[in-house]
């Protein structure tokens, strides 16, 4: 495995007027790495998500993606040059079918948007490769339903495989499993557990057992700053962090 | 390897689907017998025309790329205006005089948009009544350019290719406009029918899922908006060769509402409703301005009410509704 961090984040900080969101965080991801970002509500883990993804503007800090600076770019040139993330809630083209959904993102991937003149045979290749990508998260049947006329369980999933369809290298999961009923969680733990090996992770998750399960290393956040890093193990016998965030949860 | 179907993007056709082709033949065989059988009405029949192509370039952004805007008449007007000077000032020729006229809207098109297409929702719909509201009122006080209020008067239209007169018959603009309509028509399917086409629909669903998906959301509303509004001068164009006039209501609020209301009563994002809107709604206030000259304001208003209640798609949904009810009726019947 290369030394180099795939994504190098340094120095990180953002407020909002008096309100801090966002203090002097370093986080480096290497190649596949499997990093889960906890920390109480308002901790500041979807704000972390959205600097990260440009739809914020850091006050300052670094934010490097294969060491080339990308603090300043707009979010759809981060996520082109390899940085995908999920959305806490669904954010679906809800009048299409799930495999146009993902077809898309492909088209975009391999540059064939613009095309203004009818769809050639890439679209075709598109639309196949969607096709596999959702018969391997086990929604393959769901391809030419609506996804508005999908259950909810598999329309997360669908956020993920629009991620998942952009090849990304860093891959940012804001809460994969959020909302989703107990008996069908499984799903969607499997196809975490199944992400390709070389994908550099990190997912925010309030569920501790997803976290824990599928962490090798856990950053807990408190009021924008970290509060504690480290395995799984050493954070579930943190007491700080028991007093802060786990308290009440049985590990 | 099994073949995946594409969804609303077409496959390719394994043969000629000659049924649909008939379907699509028909506004054209219509207006061509329109010509041959209301050779007394050219002039209207190209006025529908021309709000025909106006409308549809507001469906490739109202429509498809769900930008919602109240400023399209600046592109028309500005269209019209260009063709008209362009006439006056350097050439007769109508084909030269069109050209500039799709490129000086497209470029306002291009400038304007670049200025506000940042924006969202009401911001946005107020930043399109500020700039056609601007554009008017240069208009009306340049008058050394435009003609002010009593508007551009004095051009000149040299016959088309140098052989066919637009005469006061309106033979000449009426196959013309016909022509431009037709290619347009095929320029803005294609479009709307490609992957760039699918991305604008993609953004009008949810611009958030888009720019996640490295969608350049602003270059992609960008360019429709300026296609749009090349076509909407194109239009104007028309107007200016087929009347030899332009008036300041080419630029007016009034004009935006009016094509807003052709496109929403046909029906947006099929195309086909902007030719059915600009034929119901002219057909409907040349009847009724017959029998009072207010009163077709009202039954064009009720309409479009009835329309937006009870056909989401717009008139275009006609047929769907009537089948679908049709089919209830035999079903109860048979029940």
């Given at each position: 495995m290369s030394a180099e961090p795939v994504l190098s984040i340094r120095g990180l900080n953002k407020s909002f007027g008096a309100l801090v969101v966002a203090q002097g965080i370093d986080v480096d991801l290497m190649p596949g790495a499997r990093v889960g970002l906890i920390g109480p509500n308002g901790a500041g883990k979807t704000t972390f998500v959205n600097l990260l993804t440009g739809f914020l503007k850091p006050d300052s800090g670094t934010i490097r993606l294969d060491g080339i600076p990308?603090?300043?770019?707009?979010p759809e040139m981060r996520v082109r040059r390899g940085l995908a993330r999920t959305h806490q809630i669904n954010a679906l083209l809800?009048?299409?079918t799930t495999r146009e959904n993902v077809a898309i993102a492909v088209a975009e991937r391999e540059r064939y948007a613009w095309r203004m003149m009818r769809f050639g045979p890439q679209w075709r290749r598109c639309c196949e490769e969607a096709q596999e990508l959702l018969n391997s998260l086990g929604i393959g049947d769901a391809g030419d339903r609506v996804v508005r006329e999908l259950p909810y369980g598999q329309q997360r999933l669908l956020e993920i495989a629009f991620a998942l369809a952009l090849k990304p290298r860093v891959l940012l999961l804001d809460e994969p499993a959020a909302g989703v009923p107990s008996e069908e969680a499984h799903r969607i733990h499997d196809v975490l557990d199944r992400l390709p090996k070389e994908m550099a992770i990190l997912i925010i998750e309030h569920d501790m057992e997803v976290i824990f399960r599928f962490a090798r290393e856990i950053i807990v956040l408190l009021q924008g700053r970290v509060l504690t890093r480290g395995e799984p193990a050493q954070i579930a016998a943190n007491p700080e962090v028991r007093a802060v965030y786990l308290g009440r949860t049985v590990v | 390897m099994t073949t995946i179907p594409t969804g609303k993007t077409p496959a390719v056709p394994a043969g000629i689907n000659w049924l649909g082709l008939a379907g699509h033949a028909v506004p054209w065989v219509i207006a061509i017998v329109y010509y041959f059988m209301a050779a007394d009405y050219l002039t209207f029949g190209t006025q529908i025309m021309i709000w025909i192509l106006f409308a549809m370039s507001l469906d490739l952004v109202l429509?498809?790329?769900?930008?919602?805007?109240?400023?399209?008449a600046a592109f028309f007007g500005i269209g019209a205006y260009a063709a008209g000077i362009f006439s006056i000032h350097v050439s007769g020729d109508p084909i030269l005089g069109h050209l500039v006229a799709i490129v000086v809207a497209a470029l306002a098109g291009l400038i304007t948009g670049a200025m506000i297409l940042h924006t969202t929702g009401v911001t946005f719909l107020m930043l399109t009544l500020a700039i056609v509201s601007v554009i008017f009122e240069y208009a009306n006080q340049a008058k050394w350019l435009t003609g002010g209020d009593d508007g551009l008067q004095g051009m000149v239209i040299n016959p088309l290719f140098g052989v066919y007169p637009f005469n006061i018959f309106g033979n000449t603009a009426y196959i013309y406009t016909m022509v431009v309509l037709f290619v347009w028509f095929l320029i803005a399917r294609r479009l709307v029918r490609s992957p760039f086409g699918r991305s604008l629909d993609g953004i009008r669903q949810n611009p958030r899922r888009m720019r996640a998906i490295g969608t350049p959301v602003w270059w992609r509303l960008l360019a429709i908006y300026t296609i749009s509004a090349a076509i909407a001068g194109s239009a104007g164009a028309l107007s200016a060769h087929s009347t030899r006039f332009v008036g300041l209501d080419t630029l007016s609020l009034l004009t935006s509402g009016i094509v807003t209301v052709i496109l929403i009563l046909g029906g947006t994002?099929?195309?086909?409703g902007a030719f059915v809107g600009a034929v119901v709604y002219f057909y409907v206030q040349d009847w009724t301005a017959k029998i009072s000259p207010y009163f077709w304001e009202i039954i064009v208003g009720g309409m479009l009410i009835a329309t937006v209640l009870f056909l989401e798609g717009g008139l275009m949904d006609l047929g769907r509704v009537a089948r679908n009810l049709f089919l209830r009726l035999r079903r109860s019947r048979t029940a």
């Open positions: 990308i603090e300043h770019m707009a809800r009048e299409d | 429509g498809y790329a769900g930008i919602v805007t109240l400023g399209h994002r099929r195309l086909y």
